[in-house]
């Protein structure tokens, strides 16, 4: 671990590294066409990390992967720095709710879950990403109004509480099902919209705790739902005790995954929308303390920001993640 700290031309002599490669920052890319494309971009932007969908995660339904994918998705990792399964990160389908109390809906879910970490099994991913779900009120039948603020510090509501319960039992079915699978879920911190789970970290170590086989069960933590949910990490003193908290509330031990994505939306909105990096509100302490935390020098670091072209004329993905490369490299001044 203490090597972590050193700099890159030491650690790194068999052959030049770029920063991004050396710090684990990379993107969500594309696979349109083939898996295999957001391997191939990732190694041709030089990133060290890469995140994808390993099928369209707005259906339910997916098509088993073929030989003819699995062994392409092979070919583009090797040789390459994504040999290293850590440093591909799969996001699941943003239908899955681990958390509904809707029997159908729960089972679909699971069902859903379980298809995504069977393909993740055959590509060698060792991490996917998922939100916790949502409780849907399913208790009360009273929903949080949107202009309510996250209370971090309370317990969680009978309906969240609940919720969690679900989320901790459908994962166990999961775990069950696929006993001695190297690849993990992580859950991933939300912003607290609607009636989301996961916005308050304790939230996710309250799950760790309930589930059956924790050392199975990992995080995900997206900078900029956590601004969005309250957190105050406006200087580096505030950004540092935000990760104490987690660590003290779920364990930065237990996370395997960053999204590092700068935030539009104000702080405690409760609103997920990605900024580039520096041009967002979550401000630069905050996303430096992330970056330059040992507990995540060994982990992926992804951008979820939008694609296209800045007004340099370089790639968005390029220009962010050389900035992040930049603030992770450079002590605060
Ligand atoms: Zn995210
Ligand atoms: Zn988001």
Partial sequence: MTTRSQKTTTMDSKQDVTPCEHYRIGSHLSTSGALRAAIDEAVSLRLGAV???????RQWNAKPLTHEELSEFAAARRGTLFEDGTRIVSHNSYLVNLASPDADNRAKSIACERAELERCELLGVMTSVSHPGAHLAGTTGVARKPKDPNDLDCEPSADELDGLKRIAQSIDTIHRDLAGYKVRIALETTTGSGTNLGYAFHHLGRIRDMVKEPERLAFCIDTCHVFAAGYDCSTA??????????????????????????????FASRKDRHAHIGLGLCGEAWLRAVLRHPAFA???????????LAPDGRAWDVVNSAQLAQWASVQVK
């Fill in 51 to 57: 995140q994808l969908f390993t099928r369209n995660q």
């Fill in 298 to 308: 060994p982990i992926a670091k992804v951008l979820e920001t939008e694609k296209g």
């Fill in 237 to 266: 003193a505030n950004a540092g005790a935000v990760l104490q908290r987690f660590d003290a509330e779920a364990g930065l031990a237990h996370v395997v995954a960053i999204h590092v994505n700068d935030s539009e939306a104000p």
